[in-house]
């Protein structure tokens, strides 16, 4: 009897301090475990949670996104999760940031970073549905796509481990190619006006040391530019003319805003 009221006791201990946030390492990324190494019950369809606040298009390289991830279950009313990102050769991708301390808490394990809920954070009581909210802050230019791998625990509030569910889900999320009116690629993020009327002027993200060369359709090289670099985008004016200092006649001109193929851009320039 003494026994088995003192493994109770453990286990409600156990649960305690996991309500408070769980072990790292229980996102369900290849390689990890998941909720399911402490909890029992059933298996939650992946569509019962969604990662919210990333635009169709992408993520934007450097950029400061707050996202909202919600799982919802009927009748269970209390939960939890955790949560963290990956590139795409497997490696932690951006920074998670705790942007709401009452509800989430950051933890790591070597390199990698994970977002989870708080004692408050659980919604006590709560029925149906939770959401927590999130930021992450995208890594630089040829991250390539991200990954992000959650697990989450639809508990039934008993205070104890059996009866739950356990939702397991991922969302790969691409870089954003483009803005503006050039082509996509992954590398770089551009705005230019295109058509372009007697100067071309693009704002792009790429490395500054890398010349800007404007090539005609023919193939010969036009012009050889330096971008200017600030505390934003670098930034790259051509003023319509070859290295002669001539006008160049209208048509499609190809801008390689440093030494990659996916870093070309056709801009038409008008008269």
């Known amino acids: 009897m003494l026994r088995t009221s003192l493994a109770l006791l453990a286990c409600a201990a156990v649960l305690l301090a996991y309500s408070a946030g769980p072990p790292n390492a229980r996102t369900g990324r290849p390689g990890e475990g998941t909720c399911r190494e402490c909890h029992s019950g059933s298996t939650g369809s ?3 949670s969604q990662l919210l606040g990333f635009r169709p298009v992408g993520y934007e390289p450097d950029s400061f996104y707050r996202l909202t991830l919600m799982v919802s279950y009927a009748p269970m009313a209390r939960w939890g999760f955790e949560l963290t990102a990956a590139d795409r050769n497997g490696n932690p991708a951006g920074q998670l940031v705790v ?6 808490q950051f933890g ?5 970073g994970y977002l989870k809920q708080t004692a408050a954070g659980t919604f006590p009581g709560q029925p149906g549905q939770a959401s927590w909210q999130l930021g992450w802050r995208a890594p630089g230019p040829g991250t390539g796509p991200v990954t992000f791998y959650w697990c989450c625990n639809a508990a039934n509030n008993n205070n104890a481990a059996a009866g739950d569910t356990i939702i397991r889900d991922s969302l790969v999320v691409s870089a954003v190619t483009a803005i503006g009116s050039g082509a ?3 590398r770089y993020r551009w705005h230019y006006a295109n058509p372009a009327v007697d100067r071309v002027v693009i704002e792009y993200r790429g ?14 090289l036009v012009r050889t530019l330096t971008p200017s670099a600030g505390d934003g985008p670098l930034r790259v004016e051509w003023d319509g003319r070859d290295a002669t200092g001539r006008p160049v006649p209208e048509a499609g001109y190809f801008i390689r805003l440093g030494g990659g193929v996916s870093s070309v851009v056709r801009v038409q320039l008008v008269r």
């Open 99 to 104: 942007i709401d301390s009452t509800n989430t």
């Open 184 to 186: 996509g690629f992954e």
């Open 108 to 112: 790591s394990s070597g390199a990698w």
């Open 46 to 48: 992946a569509d019962s």
């Open 207 to 220: 490395a500054a040391g890398e010349p800007v060369r404007v090539w005609s359709a023919e193939g010969r």
